[in-house]
Every structure is written in C-alpha cells, then in structure tokens.
C-alpha cells in the first residue's frame, strides 16, 4: 500500500521560511517524479513543484519561482520543499504527490498518489 506522509507545516510570519518533508512508502518510486501541490479555502488545486527521478531537472509555479526549491533523496523514498520568503498568499494546504510517467507536471489529474496534506499558514 502506498502512503504519503507529508510533515513541516505550521505557522509562520510574513518574510518566514518552512521546509516540508514528504515521506514514500509501499512500493519503489523509481523513474516516477515527484510534486507538490497547494489547495487554499475556495480555490483549486495549485501546482508548485515537481522534481523528475534523477533529481535534476525541477520545474516550479509561476507564483513561487524563486522562493522555493524541491529536492529528493530517491534513497529514502523522500521529497522537500524549502520555502523561502513567504507571503501570505502561500497560506494553504500543501500535498504531495506522486506523478504517473509519460503525463504532464502541472496537471493534479496526472498524479497517481497523494499524501494527506500538511496546512502551512503565513502571517501577514
């Protein structure tokens, strides 16, 4: 069974910066890119960031190119985001999720797996 557990979330001030850690498990991830994504109250699911197999190539939001960065350990079965510079308007829900090969990196439908999601809030 795979699970996603996501964990750094809480509450930070205007200027602030969080890392989240999502935790793979269940079966090997290998070839498979990993992404986070971001739901706010009333709003649609956000793509953020996504980071493919090798780690090398990332790609990221318009809204938070240059304040976050995503990153994975493929040993561990883990993916980060550090988020730097925060505003308010990153208040949301974050998830992370697993992406299905051959499919886009910005599309929620073309993600298989997602964890429970971690709620990062900023203070204004």
């Known amino acids: 069974q795979v699970q996603l557990v996501e964990s750094g979330g809480g509450l930070v001030q205007a200027g602030g910066s969080l890392r989240l850690s999502c935790a793979a498990s269940?079966?090997?991830?290998?070839?498979?890119?990993m992404g986070w994504f971001r739901q706010a109250p009333g709003k649609e699911r956000e793509f953020v960031a996504v980071?493919?197999?090798?780690?090398?190539?990332?790609y990221y939001g318009d809204s938070v190119r240059g304040r976050f960065t995503i990153s994975r350990d493929n040993a561990k079965n883990t993916v980060l985001l550090q988020m730097n510079s925060l505003k308010p308007e990153d208040t949301a829900v974050y998830y992370c999720?697993?992406?299905?090969?051959?499919?886009?990196?910005?599309?929620?439908?073309?993600?298989?797996?997602w964890g429970q999601g971690t709620q990062v809030t900023v203070s204004s």
């Open positions: 269940g079966r090997t991830f290998s070839g498979y890119a």
């Open positions: 999720a697993v992406g299905i090969p051959g499919r886009t990196w910005n599309d929620a439908h073309d993600y298989a797996y």
């Open positions: 980071v493919r197999w090798s780690g090398g190539i990332t």
